[in-house]
């Protein structure tokens, strides 16, 4: 059974930083893409951040571009999530997603970790 583990989340003050990191446990599986979205309380999940795994792409969603850094370490199969400038609206639980190839969307995913910004 494959399984991502999240971690790094906590609470910062605005303007602070965090780093999340994402690993899968158990079997391995062949990624295409490894995203990060977030979910606040009252609101849908949302798209933060992505990077394919081969090329290292990466993906921002508008509210976080300038702010956040994707990133991943393909020999230690983990990707990062850099947030900096951080603001009271980036309060949710982040949730790290893995992609693989052949399929049109995240198909695995972490329990997720929360990260609140005070202000």
């Known amino acids: 059974q494959v399984q991502l583990v999240e971690s790094g989340g906590g609470l910062v003050q605005a303007g602070g930083s965090l780093s999340l990191s994402c690993a899968p446990s158990?079997?391995?599986?062949?990624?295409?893409?490894r995203g990060w979205f977030r979910q606040a309380p009252g609101k849908e999940r949302e798209f933060v951040a992505a990077?394919?795994?081969?090329?290292?792409?990466?993906d921002y969603a508008d509210s976080v571009k300038g702010r956040f850094i994707i990133s991943r370490d393909i020999a230690k199969n983990t990707v990062y999530l850099q947030m900096n400038s951080l603001k009271p609206e980036d309060t949710a639980v982040y949730y790290c997603?893995?992609?693989?190839?052949?399929?049109?969307?995240?198909?695995?995913w972490g329990q997720g970790t929360q990260v609140t910004v005070s202000s």
């Open positions: 158990g079997r391995t599986f062949s990624t295409y893409a």
């Open positions: 997603a893995s992609r693989t190839y052949g399929v049109n969307d995240y198909n695995y």
């Open positions: 990077i394919t795994w081969s090329r290292g792409t990466p």
